[in-house]
């Protein structure tokens, strides 16, 4: 839990390992029955939610655009509530944050390029081992330096 993704899951006798078992079988399940590229977040929000004892009847999009972007982190945007905060958005829908953080990216389109170019000599030694394509790599670099534009608060 060093990272924070699943905060939320409540604690069964004092352990948290059968939910994090629970979580992790949703999770495939869901990968097995949505291959689709454009994951459902929301879809998978309800799924995990549904489960006795997971997350408290939460809604979690959070926690469930946290685990789908580990696994397509070209389609999938975290969803966090500082980044919420810097869009101005105050629902839980997460379709609708992703269209908003995509006009933030196309709005600062020429700062991401500007700063993921300034970077080149530390990304390109962190790349060598990377199984995407060059196409899929620069789409993955913007979006986690978009997601950490929108956690800083950067506006203008």
């Excluded at 924070?4 to 948290?16: G, L, M, P, Q």
């Excluded at 999938?76 to 609708?96: H, M, R, W």
């Excluded at 995407?132 to 950490?148: A, Q, T």
Aim: glycine share 2%; aromatic share 10%; hydrophobic share 35%.
């Amino acid at each position: 839990n060093n990272y924070r993704i699943a905060r939320r899951i409540k604690k069964i006798n004092d352990s948290t390992l059968i939910n994090v078992f629970k979580l992790y079988i949703a999770t495939k399940n869901w990968l097995q029955e949505n291959t689709d590229n454009e994951r459902d977040v929301m879809g998978f929000v309800n799924k995990i939610s549904n489960i006795k004892n997971l997350t408290n009847g939460i809604n979690e999009v959070s926690l469930a655009s946290k685990i789908l972007f580990l696994n397509n982190p070209i389609k999938i945007y975290p969803y966090d509530s500082i980044a919420k905060k810097t869009l101005g958005y105050k629902d839980t829908d997460y379709n609708i944050y992703k269209s908003k953080v995509d006009e933030y990216k196309k709005n600062h389109k020429e700062d991401i390029k500007e700063i993921i170019n300034n970077l080149k000599n530390c990304t390109d030694l962190m790349e060598l081992d990377i199984s995407y394509n060059s196409e899929e790599l620069e789409i993955i670099k913007e979006n986690r330096f978009v997601d950490k534009m929108l956690w800083s608060g950067w506006i203008d």
